[in-house]
């Protein structure tokens, strides 16, 4: 196995986990989103500091990081939800998701200004397909109307898109800094969160089961997902794992299905062959490879 195939790997564990938060998110709709992040990214810290202990490094090694490799951290966890929840209070959800998820596209886009990265046709290709897919799994029958009495919302859904696929893409700038660290920039979102939601919230007080759901954010979606993301980002291919990314949303709803919580529908399938067309056509040089492999046998 090479180091990209084992990249892409590790870093596809993360596009299942984030498939689960629609799913924990149904039982935790009356918790303050801010407040939900904020506990959310503290079961996330707890996590890394369990990884650091079992290491017998130290914890205080962890913690001194540069500047700057604080600050980008920070800019990528805290301002994607910063600015994700900004939109969604500023503008439909509807719309807000949508722009939010051209993402994976930036990812794509973004990559070609990284040392020894090409964009090719393929990987555009791929990414657009996969565009369309997500896009038709989120809006379909849903009244999508774009409005500019929204515009600050519309924005705000803009940079937070931005945000996580520069963070994603400039990862690769800061492959010395190992995955574990992603504990310390988890444990510095849940403290400006929970700075966040005292400024913009009322404070709430959890269920029982929007504890259990909360905690399985914090563990999966919230919490394992950053740091396998990382690893992708920083030793898998960026292009194939920002097209793949766009099988969240189809994971997501497939789930909702299973679980009762929304209905089926014949274009989840339609949408469900566009993006894994797009991922495949994406993941071109990689079939290329294992059909001369197969040659060569």
């Not at 999966?220 to 992708?232: E, M, S």
Request: charged fraction near 10%; proline fraction near 4%.
């Amino acid at each position: 196995m090479t180091a990209v195939f084992k990249g892409n790997i590790i870093g596809a564990i993360a596009i299942i986990l984030w498939s689960t938060l629609a799913l924990f998110s149904v039982l935790t709709t009356k918790v303050p989103p801010f407040q939900l992040t904020s506990m959310a990214f503290s079961i996330a810290f707890l996590f890394g500091l369990g990884w650091w202990i079992k290491e017998k490094k130290g914890i205080l090694i962890h913690l001194k990081l540069p500047l700057k490799v604080w600050a980008f951290g920070i800019y990528g966890l805290f301002g994607y939800h910063f600015f994700y929840f900004m939109a969604i209070k500023n503008a439909p959800a509807l719309e807000a998701n949508l722009i939010n998820y051209l993402w994976p596209l930036l990812i794509v886009v973004f990559s070609a200004f990284l040392p020894n990265e090409k964009l090719r046709w393929f990987h555009i290709v791929g990414a657009l397909l996969g565009l369309c897919g997500a896009m038709l799994l989120i809006g379909f029958g849903k009244g999508v109307a774009f409005s500019a009495s929204y515009l600050q919302g519309y924005m705000y859904a803009v940079v937070c898109a931005v945000i996580w696929s520069s963070y994603s893409v400039m990862s690769r700038y800061f492959g010395a800094i190992p995955t574990q660290s992603i504990g310390a920039f988890c444990g510095a979102t849940a403290l400006l969160s929970y700075g966040a939601h005292l400024l913009f919230e009322e404070s709430y007080m959890p269920t029982s089961v929007e504890v259990l759901a909360t905690i399985g954010l914090g563990i999966g979606p919230v919490g394992i997902a950053f740091f396998v993301w990382d690893y992708g980002m920083k030793r898998g291919d960026i292009k194939f794992l920002g097209s793949l990314s766009y099988a969240t949303p189809l994971l997501s709803t497939l789930m909702l299905v299973i679980f009762g919580s929304t209905h089926p529908h014949p274009l989840i399938w339609v949408a469900c062959g566009l993006i894994v067309i797009g991922s495949m056509i994406s993941a071109l040089p990689f079939f290329k490879g294992l059909y001369q492999k197969f040659l060569t046998h």
